[in-house]
Nanobody, 128 residues
Framework: QVQLVESGGGLVQAGGSLRLSCAAS????????MGWFRQAPGKEREFVAT????????HYADSALGRFTIFRDNTKNTVYLQMNSLKPEDTAVYSC?????????????????????WGQGTQVTVSS
């Protein structure tokens, strides 16, 4: 069982920045693929970014490319999402997710169904 706890959400003006954090329980964090997803009101949850368990490979949704950066600190069991140049359309609940993958350190997953564990989410609101 893995527990994920997000933090760092809040209210920010358009053009501003936020850094989200996701702390994971467990002693094998370095074998977890991590992902960030978001869900805006009235919309389905969508992929934002993912990072391989070794932290070397990343992949972003088109909406996040060039503005968001996902990175991780395996010594702190934490994955981050640095969000810059925020837009009102980035307003959503942001959740982190994980699945354990011991044998593929460069694997990435972009689909919700590929993840086993989810955090509760943190609200990000971008005002215009």
């Amino acid at each position: 069982q893995v527990q994920l706890v997000e933090s760092g959400g809040g209210l920010v003006q358009a053009g501003g920045s936020l850094r989200l954090s996701c702390a994971a329980s467990g002693r094998t964090f370095s074998s977890y693929v991590m992902g960030w997803f978001r869900q805006a009101p009235g919309k389905e949850r969508e992929f934002v970014a993912t990072i391989s368990s070794n932290g070397i490979v990343t992949h972003y949704a088109d909406s996040a490319l060039g503005r968001f950066t996902i990175f991780r600190d395996n010594t702190k069991n934490t994955v981050y999402l640095q969000m810059n140049s925020l837009k009102p359309e980035d307003t959503a609940v942001y959740s982190c997710a994980t699945r354990q993958i011991r044998t593929q350190p460069y694997a990435l997953y972009t689909s919700l169904k590929d993840y086993n564990y989810w955090g509760q989410g943190t609200q990000v609101t971008v005002s215009s």
